[in-house]
């Protein structure tokens, strides 16, 4: 057969077709990813993440024991604490009681479980300001002390609310060009 006469197998049509609808929808407005731009602070990386053209978050985190990473997320409602592993196996909606400690200051709380992670919202002043002073966080669990080293803290802290304050102006100079997107 010439080329004319080619005919490629059915498979393969479909997976043409997939992948071109996929990449059509991608550039579709209504179909926007999460997208993000990340830089490195000491062993902290910081990010600004993006919904669409819509600014979403700041987050720094690092990893640490056990391939346990920690989050520190600051977006319109405030600053939360996130720690994860795909090691968990956690019941979502669930909330376990944790004992947080940074040198004299400690206190109990419960974190909210989803299925390989748990959070909080920092709303006490005063462990947000020892979060950039204390050189560890310990959270004490039923089964566990997690140690976060804080290393570096004051200024992934600092550049946290940089990051917000940059990426989280709703009406710029000029409303039709997109904002710069920066950590």
Not at 45 to 50: G, L, R, S, T, Y
Not at 104 to 109: A, C, Y
Request: a neutral charge.
């Amino acid at each position: 057969m010439g080329k004319a006469g080619f005919r490629a197998p059915p498979q393969v049509a479909r997976l043409a077709a997939a992948i071109a609808a996929f990449v059509t929808l991608s550039a579709l407005p209504g179909h926007a990813v999460e997208e993000s731009k990340s830089e490195t602070i000491g062993p902290w990386q910081i990010e600004a993440v993006f919904d669409g053209d819509a600014f979403d978050r700041c987050a720094i985190h690092r990893p640490v024991q056990d391939g346990i990473v920690v989050r520190f997320v600051r977006n319109a409602d405030g600053l939360s604490l996130e720690l994860e592993s795909p090691k968990w196996k956690l019941e979502r909606g669930k909330n376990y009681p944790v004992k947080m400690a940074m040198g004299p200051l400690s206190f109990d709380v419960e974190v909210a479980a989803e299925p390989s992670s748990v959070s909080m919202k920092i709303e006490d002043t005063k462990f947000e300001s020892a979060l950039r002073r204390a050189s560890a966080l310990n959270v004490v669990a039923a089964g566990a002390t997690i140690r976060v080293p804080l290393d570096k803290s004051t200024v992934a802290f600092e550049r946290l609310g940089q990051c917000v304050e940059k990426n989280d102006r709703s009406v710029e100079s000029n409303p039709f060009v997109a904002p710069p997107r920066q950590p």
